[in-house]
């Protein structure tokens, strides 16, 4: 069982093109979030997002906008790729109550733009 | 946003105990001190968190000094699976949590 999934792991495409990468959480938890881990093994939060209330980022491009259709699901869509997009993008979901600050991480998706 | 500090490597060998110490001077009141754990292609894993003086979990200890200004993760008798990065945190909020460099602890036969 699967607790957070991102479809797909790898996924290389051409600048300019559009892209969506899809993650799902199975736990029952009311936030998720987006994160990118650069060459250097960076690791930050673009978005973290519940119900209520959208966190963005103000370093994320506009071309990068999740959607949620539901509480289990945030998607990413890419506008406009770049070379400098290729990364590997992690979702990951927690609860938004109390002082616990465990995030459930999927398994990445390896952007390459090229 | 409070930055922490951590040593960028770490060498071990099996069976060890490893103390990764983390500095994080401009701790503030409401913020809680996270550990992660992160191997290769994964995405990074939930170790332990603590406030102040110490947590144990069947992981790791966390030991965090009165004045919080650092904190000490501990792993015991460690073995080739848990070379990975790992990575302090500091933060109220996840939207504060800053993952930086982390630590990449090399466990050796």
């Known amino acids: 069982d699967t607790a957070v999934s991102q479809t797909p792991k790898y996924l290389v495409t051409q600048m300019g093109n559009d892209k969506s990468i899809k993650c799902e959480q199975n736990?029952?938890?009311?936030?998720m979030y987006w994160y990118k881990q650069d060459s250097k093994k960076f690791l930050k939060i673009m978005f973290s997002?519940?119900?209520?209330?959208?966190?963005i980022n103000e370093t994320v491009p506009n071309r990068f906008s999740p959607k949620s259709p539901d509480k289990a699901h945030l998607n990413l869509h890419i506008n406009s790729l770049e070379l400098g997009d290729s990364a590997v993008y992690f979702c990951?979901?927690?609860?938004?109550?109390?002082?616990?600050?465990?995030?459930?991480f999927g398994p990445g998706t390896r952007l390459t733009v090229t | 946003l409070a930055k922490t500090t951590q040593p960028i490597s770490m060498d071990s060998y099996e069976g060890q105990e490893v103390n990764i110490t983390c500095s994080h001077n401009?701790?503030?009141?409401?913020?809680?001190i996270t550990w992660y754990q992160q191997f290769p292609s994964q995405g990074p894993r939930f170790i332990i968190q603590?406030?102040?003086t110490k947590v144990t979990n069947e992981v790791a200890s966390l030991f965090i000094p009165a004045d919080r200004k650092s904190s000490t993760l501990s792993l015991p008798r460690v073995s080739l699976s848990d070379t990975a990065v790992y990575y302090c945190?500091?933060?109220?909020?996840?939207?504060?949590?800053?993952f930086g460099s982390g630590t990449k602890l090399n466990v050796k036969p």
């Open positions: 603590g406030y102040k």
């Open positions: 990951a979901s927690s609860h938004a109550q109390g002082n616990s600050y465990e995030q459930y």
């Open positions: 401009n701790i503030a009141t409401n913020d809680y």
């Open positions: 945190l500091v933060g109220d909020n996840f939207n504060k949590f800053y």
């Open positions: 997002y519940n119900n209520k209330e959208l966190i």
């Open positions: 736990l029952g938890h009311d936030t």
